[in-house]
């Protein structure tokens, strides 16, 4: 889509209602559900973290969401695709500071640059105990992304048509961070296989786009 027809759109989307866990546990495993039951103490005291959807015009116009491959370390989130955002810190002043600040840390993008539009449904993650606040925003330039060379392994430049073209939604199998094999609902963008808690952010972001394109 071209970015122009997506900017007249996007104006749309501060008045249409979030679909939440409608949209969100589409992309879950089996037990994902009740794992959140379980963990509802847990919630309560976990870490918060912000992160961005950031769309942009890239070089031919084209409607691009921004996705990052992270870097293999020894961690629950090691190689895996995501959203660039990140913790919350002392000098940020809200979870939308965190996710704005961190994407221009990880992937370059000046802050000046960004506008958010929309707070979207929270995602608790159990295996970091991270509870994560997204946010849809974008770009009308097109980025010279700087990827920050100790976190981000790649920046994954997804077009949006690919994006919300259904057959991108998948089941794979995957092993979790209790070193369980698992049939999953993910998404192939571009190659990469996406899937937990960042399938359940895109299938939110998924569905209020179709509502307003």
């Known amino acids: 889509m071209n970015f122009d027809d997506f900017l007249k759109s996007i104006s749309k989307i501060e008045n249409i ?3 939440a866990e409608a949209s969100q546990f589409k992309m879950v495993p089996p037990f994902r559900q009740e794992l959140l039951r379980q963990q509802k103490n847990a919630i309560k005291n976990a870490k ?7 769309f942009y015009p890239n070089k031919n116009d084209e409607t691009t969401l921004a996705l990052i491959l992270r870097k293999t370390y020894n961690g629950v989130h090691s190689a895996q695709v995501g959203f660039p955002g990140g913790k919350l810190e002392d000098d940020d002043k809200s979870l939308q500071d965190a996710a704005v600040r961190e994407t221009f840390e990880e992937i370059g993008v000046p802050i000046q640059d960004i506008q958010v539009v929309k707070q979207l449904s929270q995602v608790y993650i159990p295996p970091s105990n991270f509870y994560v606040q997204p946010f849809i925003g974008f770009s009308q330039s097109t980025p010279s992304f700087i990827k920050q060379e100790d976190e981000v392994e790649a920046i994954i430049e997804v077009g949006l048509q690919h994006f919300l073209d259904h057959n991108q939604v998948v089941t794979k199998t ?3 961070s209790y070193s369980v094999k698992v049939e999953v609902p993910a998404f192939k963008l571009n190659g990469h296989v996406v ?3 960042t399938a359940m ?3 939110e972001i998924k569905d209020l786009l179709k509502q307003m394109l």
């Open 201 to 203: 952010m895109l299938s």
């Open 195 to 197: 899937w937990g808690a």
């Open 174 to 176: 995957v092993s979790t």
């Open 48 to 54: 918060k973290a912000g992160v961005l959807a950031l």
């Open 17 to 19: 209602p979030l679909p």
